[in-house]
């Protein structure tokens, strides 16, 4: 497919810059080419060339490329322009391009919907490349490059063509039963097939969660009584005053929320309103925000000041909850209150003492519920939903009440739910497995 227009915009980064690129697509390339850059440019070179406007105005210096389509990201004629990162070089830049007919202003994406349009990429490679963009930790970057080169489109095309291999198998053995060619039964080996696909696909769903802790963040959130130390802790770790901290109970009243890179991946931190027993009005709301951004937590942090504890009760599972003793520093060498056993951890956010200790057993726990960032997880939500479509319908299947032609086209169906994940449904690939199996009508 060719787009009638050409698309031009602003490629790379903020301006100003030392380099900006523009990035121009369509069949209208070379002529923009050839016009601004002086002559045509041979392929994949960059060429540094003076840049001039139709009536000779010169607009720039620097590099051009040209990359002739299919053999290119969007499957069209593509060129990059590299000139001096100024906004009023790449507007001026930006405004001779548009000038030309048949070229606008790409809206956003549309470089990356060409290039899916044309067969460059896949659905879910499509979203990679945004996920990619998008990282700002290490893990991010690692779990969007591995989708972006196709690693999780290959499992789902994979499933696919098992699922495809089935059906024609199937559809083989009702069709053609007369035709020496076809097994006399395909069934056993059909549907104990489509059983281990089954369990394949949902430990594949499994493993969701992980995908959105990479991708959104680990979620930690600080509870505990007034003045209990949770702002200063949230300051600590942010490394900024990021709460107000004052002697006031019921300083903090709404979610704040900070974003920190703990080895390579995501940690989203908030702080939340004291919890205690007849707060204001407005105090209440806060509380009640508290507990419920508290029950989705991947961790809870759990604080009590050591030298004046006031217990506060915490719905949720222990296993995601830190007891922490806070004010280490008031005790001087004392055993708190609590006793020695009651917090998992204690720390001192005046000295810094046990914060280190804390952000690592955070980082931990972290790590542990990513799981391992090479593993093939579903990215998206959507994923997930039409997986376990997919499953559902590879489940009905199974069923032996129906009849052949009946599972056959659950078959189908499951097959579909897995090409909408990628895009790439198409019902003709059915007919060429059956004739490049088995040599029909020989």
């Given at each position: 497919?060719?787009?009638?227009d050409?698309?031009?915009?602003?490629?790379?980064g903020?301006?100003?810059?030392?380099?900006?690129?523009v990035?121009?697509?369509?069949?209208?390339?070379r002529?923009?080419?050839e016009?601004?850059a002086g002559?045509?440019?041979?392929?994949?070179?960059?060429?540094?060339?003076?840049?001039?406007?139709p009536?000779?105005?010169?607009?720039d210096?620097?590099?051009?490329?040209?990359?002739?389509?299919?053999?290119?990201f969007?499957?069209?004629?593509?060129?990059?322009?590299h000139?001096?990162?100024g906004?009023?070089?790449?507007?001026r830049?930006?405004?001779?391009?548009?000038?030309f007919?048949?070229?606008?202003?790409a809206?956003?994406?549309?470089f990356?919907?060409?290039?899916f349009l044309?067969?460059?990429?896949?659905?879910?490679?499509t979203e990679a490349?945004?996920?990619l963009?998008?990282?700002?930790?290490?893990?991010?970057?690692?779990?969007a490059?591995?989708?972006a080169?196709?690693?999780?489109?290959d499992?789902?095309?994979?499933w696919?063509?098992?699922?495809i291999?089935?059906r024609?198998?199937?559809?083989?053995e009702i069709?053609f039963?007369?035709?020496?060619?076809?097994?006399?039964?395909?069934?056993?080996?059909?549907w104990?097939?489509?059983?281990?696909?089954?369990?394949?696909?949902?430990?594949?769903?499994?493993?969701?969660?992980?995908a959105?802790?990479?991708?959104?963040?680990?979620?930690?959130v600080?509870?505990g009584?007034?003045n209990?130390?949770k702002?200063?802790l949230?300051?600590?770790?942010?490394?900024?005053?990021?709460?107000?901290?004052t002697?006031e109970?019921?300083?903090?009243?709404?979610?704040?929320e900070?974003?920190l890179?703990l080895?390579?991946?995501?940690?989203?931190?908030t702080?939340?309103?004291?919890?205690?027993d007849?707060?204001?009005?407005?105090?209440?709301?806060?509380?009640e925000?508290a507990?419920?951004?508290?029950?989705?937590a991947?961790l809870?942090?759990?604080?009590?000041?050591?030298?004046?504890p006031?217990?506060?009760?915490?719905a949720?599972d222990?296993?995601?909850?830190?007891?922490?003793?806070?004010?280490?520093?008031?005790?001087?060498g004392k055993?708190?209150?609590?006793g020695?056993?009651?917090?998992?951890?204690?720390?001192?956010?005046l000295?810094?003492?046990g914060?280190?200790?804390?952000l690592?057993?955070i980082?931990?726990?972290?790590?542990?519920?990513a799981?391992?960032v090479?593993?093939?997880?579903?990215?998206r939500l959507?994923h997930v939903?039409?997986l376990?479509e997919?499953?559902?319908h590879?489940?009905?299947?199974?069923?032996?009440?129906?009849?052949?032609?009946?599972?056959?086209?659950?078959?189908?169906?499951?097959a579909?739910?897995?090409?909408?994940?990628?895009g790439?449904?198409?019902?003709?690939?059915?007919?060429?497995v059956?004739?490049?199996?088995?040599?029909i009508?020989?």
């Amino acid at each position: 497919m060719i787009s009638g227009d050409s698309i031009v915009a602003l490629s790379s980064g903020r301006l100003p810059a030392g380099v900006a690129v523009v990035r121009i697509s369509g069949a209208q390339t070379r002529f923009v080419v050839e016009t601004i850059a002086g002559a045509m440019v041979k392929e994949r070179e960059a060429i540094l060339r003076k840049f001039k406007t139709p009536d000779g105005t010169v607009l720039d210096s620097g590099l051009v490329i040209f990359f002739r389509g299919p053999a290119s990201f969007t499957g069209e004629d593509v060129a990059e322009f590299h000139v001096h990162g100024g906004r009023a070089v790449v507007a001026r830049m930006l405004e001779t391009i548009t000038a030309f007919d048949g070229v606008r202003h790409a809206e956003p994406g549309e470089f990356t919907r060409r290039a899916f349009l044309n067969g460059k990429v896949d659905l879910v490679e499509t979203e990679a490349l945004a996920d990619l963009v998008n990282a700002e930790t290490e893990a991010q970057r690692r779990f969007a490059i591995r989708n972006a080169e196709g690693v999780q489109s290959d499992l789902y095309l994979s499933w696919r063509r098992r699922l495809i291999h089935a059906r024609a198998m199937i559809e083989a053995e009702i069709d053609f039963a007369d035709e020496d060619d076809v097994p006399g039964s395909v069934s056993d080996a059909v549907w104990s097939d489509v059983g281990l696909m089954i369990g394949e696909i949902d430990r594949h769903v499994a493993g969701f969660r992980a995908a959105e802790i990479i991708r959104d963040g680990f979620e930690v959130v600080i509870l505990g009584a007034p003045n209990a130390g949770k702002s200063s802790l949230f300051n600590t770790l942010a490394r900024r005053d990021a709460a107000i901290v004052t002697d006031e109970p019921g300083t903090t009243r709404d979610l704040l929320e900070v974003v920190l890179d703990l080895g390579g991946l995501r940690v989203r931190l908030t702080d939340t309103a004291g919890l205690r027993d007849a707060p204001g009005k407005v105090e209440a709301i806060g509380i009640e925000k508290a507990r419920a951004r508290a029950h989705g937590a991947d961790l809870v942090l759990l604080l009590e000041d050591m030298a004046a504890p006031m217990p506060v009760i915490a719905a949720g599972d222990p296993k995601r909850m830190m007891r922490v003793g806070t004010k280490l520093d008031l005790l001087d060498g004392k055993a708190n209150r609590g006793g020695e056993g009651h917090y998992d951890l204690a720390i001192s956010t005046l000295d810094g003492a046990g914060i280190d200790a804390l952000l690592a057993q955070i980082s931990a726990r972290a790590v542990s519920a990513a799981g391992d960032v090479s593993d093939v997880l579903p990215s998206r939500l959507r994923h997930v939903e039409l997986l376990g479509e997919t499953t559902r319908h590879l489940a009905r299947a199974m069923e032996q009440a129906a009849g052949q032609e009946l599972r056959a086209e659950e078959l189908r169906l499951a097959a579909d739910r897995l090409g909408r994940i990628i895009g790439a449904v198409d019902v003709e690939d059915l007919l060429d497995v059956i004739f490049a199996q088995f040599c029909i009508g020989k």
